[in-house]
């Protein structure tokens, strides 16, 4: 089955750039998404991009897919305090509809 | 706000104890799903239902058991679990099971079993 990676630990500078990546296996993903969550909330969805494109900017985010080496990141330009939360990068695995999940990303910002 | 609500947003009970998990969205969507989040792990797929049916099953003890009354409403209900059931519970739905299906996630029920 899909099995997806990232690093654990993420702390950074106010106003610095953050780099949150990720690994995957299947490379019949279609779909993949961003999800952040604050303490004690759910998760929300930041972002997705489909298996066809190698990059997506959204304001402050930028998310790149590089299909051959199977990794995708989630860049944050001008990171601010409000930033800090775990961040998880999610699979749809391919010909279903589940999302396969890694274990999070938690971003801590310094002021 | 998500759209998804979860009720309640803390329990704590013994492990003999019956309760309930509740869920519900306010988004028209026809599919909705429970998570576990443990600490350190990743989410893991408990249930799905699409359509008031279930399609998912992922080799959950039977001490959870599921309930979709109509395709707003999701329940959990809980019998004679063990600590190790202590978790995050996250309920989500979306438009339709298809691929682009996009989850949205209610802020879940910190559940801790004593």
């Known amino acids: 089955g899909e099995d997806v990676e990232q690093s654990l630990f993420l702390s950074v500078r106010e106003g610095d750039s953050s780099v949150i990546n990720c690994t995957y296996t299947?490379?019949?993903?279609?779909?993949l998404y961003w999800y952040k969550q604050e303490p004690g909330a759910g998760l929300q969805l930041l972002t997705y991009?489909?298996?066809?494109?190698d990059m997506k900017q959204d304001q402050r985010l930028t998310v790149l897919l590089n299909k051959k080496d199977k990794h995708l990141s989630l860049r944050i330009a001008d990171t601010q305090t409000g930033d800090s939360a775990i961040y998880f990068c999610?699979?749809?695995?391919?010909?279903?509809?589940?999302?396969?999940f890694g274990t999070g990303t938690r971003l801590k910002v310094l002021a | 706000e998500t759209g998804v609500t979860q009720t309640p947003r803390h329990l704590v009970m013994g492990m003999t104890n019956k309760k309930s998990l509740k869920c519900e969205q306010h988004l028209g969507h026809n599919a909705m799903y429970w998570y576990k989040q443990s600490a350190k792990k990743p989410l893991e797929l408990m249930f799905v239902y699409s359509l008031e049916e279930r399609v998912e099953n992922n080799s959950v003890p039977s001490r959870f058991s599921p309930e979709c009354p109509n395709s707003s409403h999701l329940f959990l209900h809980l019998h004679t679990l063990q600590p190790e059931d202590s978790a995050l519970y996250l309920c989500a739905s979306s438009q339709d099971t298809g691929a682009k299906n996009i989850q949205y996630f209610g802020a879940g029920t910190r559940l801790s079993v004593l």
């Open positions: 999610a699979v749809k695995e391919g010909g279903t509809y589940k999302y396969i």
């Open positions: 991009i489909f298996s066809n494109m």
């Open positions: 299947d490379s019949s993903s279609t779909y």
